[in-house]
């Protein structure tokens, strides 16, 4: 099957942590790698931000990525690029007009709105993923969201126009069904994680805890609804435990990060920044063992769509506190690998650390079903065999309605 992907501001190649690139790049490069493993033609298209990047480049794991000249080539903030999608559409139809496609996947909503554009002229079937829903943004940020004002409406529409949506979690199905969605129009597909690269420490590490604090791991953007403020007052109450805070720009430039500065400046103010380091944006090659190092990994985000790394905290065999919000109801089985608490409650969330922290045996538990959780149905080359069999329904479907 000869598959394009259409990420407009998530390229697959981008290197991860700042404001913008973050799981959906993850997603499309593993989901693109799964694909092209399994046979298929793979070409992810996505904004070119940068005059030096060459026109088509081909991934050392078998798919393409063609950058799409719409817009100035320099770094855009993503919710900038509506403006330029009419371009980016217009590209896609001299494209697939020369080249043919048997489905699209468009990924984040505008995405959707240059991929079912140019869909409309080439007649190519165009399946979905929002990865995040502007009215649940709105409803958490209020008038601190910064998404154009056209958004919800835009996606409401991208409900009935494209031809599936293969949602990341049940929760989002529900947000779906609020935009008026058919329910028979929608699939959920969860998002996998690499279970080569993230996997439990070969040996654990048994160093003597009266020598070191316990270790706490937040990984993720540094963006406010990350809740990482929460985990850092969270510390207050936990006076034998330090927190690691992995993401955002390269570490040497930690210093001008306004909103590492915030988070240091709030762990200062509650007497707590001793114990709160920065790592900066990391290699994912790096991850595992910063994973190994940590007794619990917190994921306490205000809102989330999905949230792989509780998916990577599990693989790596580490407990997991997270928050009950979109995919972390779905992936994160309380008393079994982890626990969930409310979002944006650190008092709440100090309480079930500590428990959990001075439970040994219970930490060991959640660690060890981990894995099995990962196991039965979120590794990737899970995930890329229930999207083709989505293709394929969508691809039959049109078909058949096209003949008729």
């Known amino acids: ?173 529900q947000e779906l069904l609020q935009l008026g969605i058919d329910r028979q129009r929608t699939t959920v597909v969860p ?39 929460d985990v850092i007052t969270a510390l207050t109450r936990l006076p034998d435990t330090e927190l690691v805070v992995a993401g955002g720009p390269a570490p040497d430039a930690l210093c001008l990060d306004p909103e590492v500065q915030r988070l240091q400046d709030h762990a200062a103010a509650l007497g707590v920044s001793d114990r709160v380091r920065f790592t900066g944006g990391l290699a994912r090659e790096q991850m595992p063992a910063l994973f190994h190092a940590a007794d619990v990994v917190v994921a306490v985000p205000w809102y989330e769509p999905f949230g792989i790394v509780p998916l990577e905290a599990m693989a790596c065999g580490r407990p997991i506190v997270g928050t009950t919000v979109g995919g972390m109801l779905d992936t994160i089985a309380p008393g079994v690998t982890g626990e969930l608490v409310p979002p944006r409650d650190p008092e709440t969330l100090a309480a079930v650390l500590r428990e959990i922290l001075d439970d040994p045996a219970r930490r060991a538990s959640y660690g060890a079903a981990g894995p099995r959780r990962v196991r039965q149905g979120y590794l990737w080359d899970q995930v890329a065999a229930q999207t083709e069999r989505v293709y394929a329904q969508v691809t039959a479907r049109v078909g058949s309605e096209v003949a008729s």
């Open 1 to 173: 099957m000869k598959i394009a992907m259409v990420s407009e501001h998530a390229n697959p190649l981008a290197a991860l942590g700042g404001n913008d690139a973050g799981g959906q790049n993850v997603h499309v490069a593993a989901l693109a790698t799964r694909l092209a493993r399994r046979g298929n033609e793979v070409t992810v298209f996505s904004r070119r931000d940068n005059s030096t990047a060459p026109a088509r480049v081909t991934a050392p794991e078998g798919y393409v990525v063609e950058h799409v000249p719409a817009g100035p080539p320099t770094e855009v903030p993503k919710d900038e690029l509506l403006q330029h999608m009419d371009e980016f559409a217009r590209y896609l139809v001299g494209r697939w007009t020369e080249e043919h496609f048997d489905v699209v996947h468009s990924h984040f909503w505008m995405s959707g709105i240059a991929a079912v554009s140019a869909a409309a002229t080439t007649g190519v079937p165009v399946v979905h993923t929002f990865h995040a829903l502007g009215s649940v943004k709105r409803r958490y940020q209020g008038e601190r969201d910064t998404s154009p004002t056209e958004r919800i409406a835009l996606e409401t529409r991208l409900c009935n126009e494209v031809d599936h949506v293969v949602a990341t979690c049940v929760d989002e199905v």
């Open 191 to 229: 998002c996998g994680v690499d279970a080569d690269l993230f996997a439990p420490a070969e040996q654990t590490d048994e160093r003597d805890r009266s020598t070191r604090p316990f270790r706490l791991l937040s990984v993720g953007r540094l963006v406010e609804r990350k809740g990482t403020a």
